[in-house]
Structure formats: structure tokens, C-alpha cells
């Protein structure tokens, strides 16, 4: 509610006692994305010297709340025209950083209000929760890798492993988005709607009846979900 509420606040009027109050709560990082160079570096100490800040004005309120910072992903306006992605080195440092013990004691919220694409997709897997406009798209992740449409292992397991760590996406939704040579299933049972690879089907309905099966993500391409799938399948929060 209060990273929504900065949200907000970023376009429109509110009363400076109150957006005061808001901002030693909450903090709004502006990602600019693609990440190459040292980017993530520079970013990695802004998320200190800012998760710093939130917790010296906790100890001041004596508030026992989890702060929290809010990563507005800004990807190039032209980025289909112009097709740049943030480097997997880069991206992946950083969403390690985003899961690591260092920012545990934030809460971390993603705000998508742009389509992503290409490796930018792994940082809103890094945070606890998403924000995301309805018609925006995350998925393709691996459009700027292997032109033969192979993609690196160790690339798909990074994938899996920021997916794992957090939670925020269920993992075979996430993992859809990077292997095109998967194929993700909505599977209901009597224990309510799951996501699982078609590879991991027999495992997973052990002690299971299924009641229906769905193909989300057929094998071949790379997922892109919408903000408004994202709310239907629950990884997005507003």
C-alpha cells in the first residue's frame, strides 16, 4: 500500500506533511535500463546508501515497520525499434544483490510500467512484489541471446535460481519466459491451480487428481505475460 501510494504520489498533489512521512518510509529508485557497464555496481550502492537512510529514520520513529524501496523500471522508450537489453552479467549481479542477506531487511517492490523484454525481465523476479501496468508485457528474456534460439544453461538455472529465491512468480512461469524449449501447464487439482513444466507433470501429480489441464506456454517460443495475466496468476500485487 505505501509503494502504490508513492506511486501516485509521483503525479500528483499531496500534502507535504504527509508525502514527508511517506518518503522515510518509502523510497522510489529510478532504474534506467539497459544495464551494461558498471551499472549495476553503481545501482548495488544506491540501494545501501538508500536501505541506510530507511532504517536511521525507522530507529528515529522508533518504527518497527520494514521499509521499503520501490525499483521503477524505466526501459528505452524505442527499445523495440532500437532492440537493446541489459547485459545477463549485469542483470544477474543485481538481482543476486536484490536477494542477497544485504537487502533482507527491506521489502522490494518492482514497478513495471513499460514492457520488458530480453534479461531486464530477471529484476522484478528479484523483488518481493510487482507492480504493473495492465497492458505492459514482461518475457522474451533470452531475445538477445544464442540467434539459433539455444539458450545457455547456466543462464536457465540463474533464471531458476532468482525465481526460487523469492517466490514472487512461480517458477515454471519464470522459467517459461527464458526456455523456449519448455512448455508450461496450468494445472488444477483438488488442492487449487498450479504451474508446473511438462517435464516435472509426473512428479508433481503423484498423489494427485488432476481436474484440468492447461497449455500456457506451448513449446517453441518464449512466454510474455501482461500485467493483467500477472494479477490473474497472482505474481502481481496491483
Not at 78 to 91: G, L, M
Not at 163 to 179: N, Q
Not at 199 to 228: C, H, Y
Request: aromatic fraction near 6%.
Amino acid at each position: 500500500i505505501w509503494a502504490s501510494s508513492l506511486v501516485v504520489a509521483q503525479n500528483e498533489e499531496t500534502p507535504q506533511a504527509e508525502s514527508a512521512e511517506l518518503e522515510e518510509r518509502v523510497a522510489l529508485i529510478r532504474v534506467h535500463l539497459p544495464l551494461v557497464g558498471n551499472a549495476d555496481q553503481a545501482l548495488q550502492a544506491t540501494l545501501q546508501r538508500t536501505s541506510d537512510r530507511l532504517f536511521a529514520a525507522a530507529r528515529r520513529r522508533q518504527d518497527d515497520r520494514r521499509p521499503a524501496i520501490v525499483l521503477q523500471l524505466q526501459p528505452p522508450s524505442d527499445q523495440e525499434a532500437v532492440a537493446t537489453y541489459s547485459q545477463f552479467e549485469r542483470a544477474f549481479a543485481l538481482a543476486r544483490f536484490l536477494t542477497s542477506r544485504q537487502t533482507a531487511g527491506i521489502k522490494t517492490i518492482a514497478y513495471v510500467p513499460r514492457s520488458l523484454r530480453g534479461h531486464d525481465t530477471l529484476l522484478p523476479l528479484a523483488c518481493e512484489e510487482i507492480i504493473m501496468a495492465p497492458e505492459a508485457l514482461i518475457g522474451e528474456a533470452g531475445i538477445d541471446e544464442d540467434t539459433e534460439g539455444t539458450i545457455r544453461r547456466t543462464i536457465i538455472a540463474a533464471y531458476q535460481e532468482i525465481a526460487e529465491s523469492k517466490r514472487t512468480m512461480p517458477v515454471a512461469l519464470a522459467v517459461g519466459m527464458i526456455d523456449a524449449a519448455v512448455e508450461v501447464l496450468q494445472v488444477e487439482t483438488e488442492e487449487g491451480i498450479d504451474f508446473v513444466l511438462r517435464n516435472d507433470l509426473e512428479e508433481f501429480v503423484q498423489g494427485r487428481e488432476i481436474i484440468a489441464e492447461k497449455v500456457l506456454v506451448p513449446s517453441g517460443t518464449m512466454a510474455q505475460w501482461s500485467g493483467r495475466e500477472g494479477r490473474e496468476f497472482g505474481f502481481v500485487k496491483y
